[in-house]
């Protein structure tokens, strides 16, 4: 396809030769642009090609919002314990996983960026404070849990710092745990299991977006 010769392009038309022309584009971005907009093009110039990758672009952005704003409402399902996994679980262990927030900063890790206005601006309250950074840690803890294949923390450990001196002093909070698969769902109550699901194929989904967009 890419040796033909054109006078124009075959999407919109506009010169490829004299002084006002444009350009054809790789064809890594005719198939990404034909994929996305199922299209079956030969070709699209640097002009044409402009207005519809900013459409995927939107396109991209909105589905990962739409599914960040679910992945908010349900992410607490995955357990995080504080105890060993109960005893007649099934489960393959996977990794340690860790998470550290300090008061008035967010997720460390890259998908769950976009959470933080989930939890709201930081009060300055001490006690919500805590709730909010320990909240952090553990959606934090969650994410790559479920992003190393998992659907549960055990062993979760939790330690509260207090950095800095006078009074730029800050909290910091910091958990660690085993995340682990539980093989047999049914371990799950019916609504949960549902949810957890539904968690690791949104996650699932955010991963294929950040690598169609890369
Ligand atoms: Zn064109």
Redesign the pocket.
Known sequence: MSNINYDK??????SLKGFFS?E?VVQSKVDFINKHLKENKE???????SPLLSKIADNFRKQKGDIENRLKQIIHFIPVMTSPTPVKWEYEVLDMVTAQTTSGTGFVTELSRSFNDFFGSGSNASNEKIAYATNLCKADLRVKCVRLGGNAIISTDIDFNEIGSGSTNMLMVCMAGTAIRVTDMENFSAKNRDAIIEVIELTEQLEAINRETK
Do not use: F, I
């Open positions: 392009c075959p999407n919109c038309g506009k444009t054809l070709a699209y110039c640097t002009n044409c090609s």
